[in-house]
């Protein structure tokens, strides 16, 4: 497991005078990997919707971290234009140092025990009727900050009776019992990213283990069969094309309902380089044979991320099963 030890942080005593600790303090030193001019398929317009500016003073207003911002997510714009927002919870520091990632490493501070309240409170205010929880990686935390997730589930339950909740959590790596306390928590969907192909994880993912987040997917079935499950991958990292349909098949064998496959973009020359950007065409022909691989939902574009759409995902998801299997009561 790669953890980050944070040896750059200045003591609090003289704030004002202290620079700025670096986002990335374990790449600094890397190479330079130039950023290539995006396609005219994957680029964005700037937002200007009033209703952005809304919901920016949302997250403000109640203190939160939303992996739109933090992961530097294309469809930023989108989303807040119509009040959708992803909130990160247990801070905005990961202890892992992922080559793909713009998340801050480094070591986070302790946990916010008034957290869920207001993430409750936000997704009130927002009338969502889902609602997206993910978090960094806290391998510093004896449980990797499983009890809050599930304390934010049950604050939101509290709240929003009605609101969905959907999970993306790390992969709880030699925490024993970590799972169980979020799947305890019920929350209607389950995600639990692969990013990529086990090939690529020394490189990409040097902290996770491909087979251990495999395992996990497939724990959460055991534990509650009802319960939705989800995944995502990159593409453009260097990946073979039998490499993406070999990881459908561990999905499949994990019983998971949806799969998400976006376009890699690189957030600064010294992150992971894009090694190829995949035209439309392919993210198309990859939906066609992980629909045939028999997955309930498939979303795969170039924009395509975990949350983008996750509300309509959701409802389109729970149609599916239910036209394959029939209604499953909770």
């Not at 704030?15 to 005219?40: F, G, L, V, W, Y």
Request: with cysteine; charged share 30%.
């Amino acid at each position: 497991m790669v953890t980050i030890v944070d040896t750059l942080s200045k003591p609090d005593t003289d704030a004002a005078k202290s620079p700025e600790r670096p986002r990335h303090p374990e790449k600094a030193h890397r190479p330079d990997n130039p950023i290539q001019r995006k396609p005219k398929w994957i680029r964005v317009k700037a937002p200007t919707s009033p209703v952005y500016r809304e919901t920016i003073d949302i997250v403000r207003d109640n203190k939160l971290v939303t992996v739109c911002e933090e992961a530097g997510c294309p469809n930023i714009g989108e989303c807040w234009s119509k009040k959708h927002a992803s909130f990160m919870i247990l801070g905005d520091t990961c202890t892992r140092a992922c080559a793909f990632c713009n998340v801050r490493t480094g070591m986070p501070g302790p946990v916010d025990e008034g957290e869920p309240e207001r993430i409750a409170e936000a997704v009130a205010a927002m009338g969502l009727n889902h609602v997206v929880i993910t978090s960094v990686d806290r391998d510093d935390l004896d449980d990797g900050g499983a009890t809050h997730f599930a304390n934010v589930i049950k604050a939101i339950r509290k709240g929003s009776p009605g609101t969905t909740v959907e999970v993306l959590t790390p992969d709880f790596l030699r925490k024993d019992g970590a799972l169980e306390i979020v799947v305890e928590a019920k929350p209607d969907v389950f995600n639990h990213n692969m990013e990529t192909v086990p090939s690529k994880y020394l490189k990409v993912r040097p902290g996770a283990r491909y087979f251990h987040s495999i395992r996990l997917l497939q724990r959460v079935k055991e534990l509650d069969t009802t319960m939705f499950t989800k995944s995502g991958m990159m593409v453009g990292l260097g990946e073979e094309r039998n490499e993406v349909l070999q990881l459908m098949d561990d999905l499949r064998t994990a019983d998971v309902d949806f799969l998400t496959i976006g376009q890699y973009l690189q957030p600064t020359k010294k992150h992971h380089a894009v090694m190829a950007f995949i035209t439309p065409e392919e993210f198309k022909a990859y939906e066609r044979i992980a629909y045939a691989k028999g997955f309930l939902k498939v979303s795969s574009s170039p924009l395509t991320r975990s949350s983008h759409h996750a509300g309509e995902d959701f409802a389109d998801l729970r149609r599916a099963r239910e036209a394959k299997f029939g209604r499953i009561a909770r």
